[in-house]
């Protein structure tokens, strides 16, 4: 009989800690609200200004390139010797909707402005 006392006296030991804990107030520290735009706030600047300009990405030995002029067109060069695919480009949200002249294709493409990252038919492109 003295094990079982022990044996349950040790239960509601754990048992009375566990609640203790339990309801012990914590400081959690509120998540900042997220906007359409958060990921991409650079001071000074607006998304569509970070945009502008050449990104690059060298995939092994490979350079593409991709070029968002002001006026909202831009083109993509992916060989030297072969012409670039022109484009038509808008920002929507968190994407760059880039739009083929020639093809009609649409392509839905992720940026971030503070890591100064466009990813783009899985790679990674960075401003030059």
């Known amino acids: ?3 079982l006392m022990n044996y349950l006296s040790s239960f509601m030991f754990v048992v ?3 609640a203790t804990i339990s309801c ?3 400081k959690v520290q509120e998540a900042p609200e997220i906007t359409e735009d958060s990921t ?3 001071v000074g600047e607006k998304p569509y200004d970070c945009v502008v300009g050449e990104w690059t990405v060298n995939d092994n030995g490979n350079i593409f390139v991709l070029k968002f002029n002001e006026d909202n067109t831009g083109n993509e060069v992916t ?5 670039s695919n ?3 480009w808008e920002i929507k949200g ?3 909707v880039m739009k083929y002249a020639e093809t009609n294709q ?3 493409v992720k940026f971030n402005c503070v890591l100064q990252e466009i990813i783009f038919k899985g790679l990674i492109y960075t401003k030059s």
Do not use: A, G, H, Y
């Not at 060989?79 to 012409?83: F, I």
């Open 1 to 3: 009989m003295s094990k």
């Open 16 to 18: 009375l800690l566990l």
């Open 24 to 26: 012990t107030e914590e």
């Open 40 to 42: 991409n706030k650079v």
């Open 79 to 83: 060989d030297e010797d072969q012409p």
């Open 86 to 88: 022109s484009f038509r």
């Open 94 to 96: 968190e994407v760059i």
């Open 106 to 108: 649409e392509w839905q």
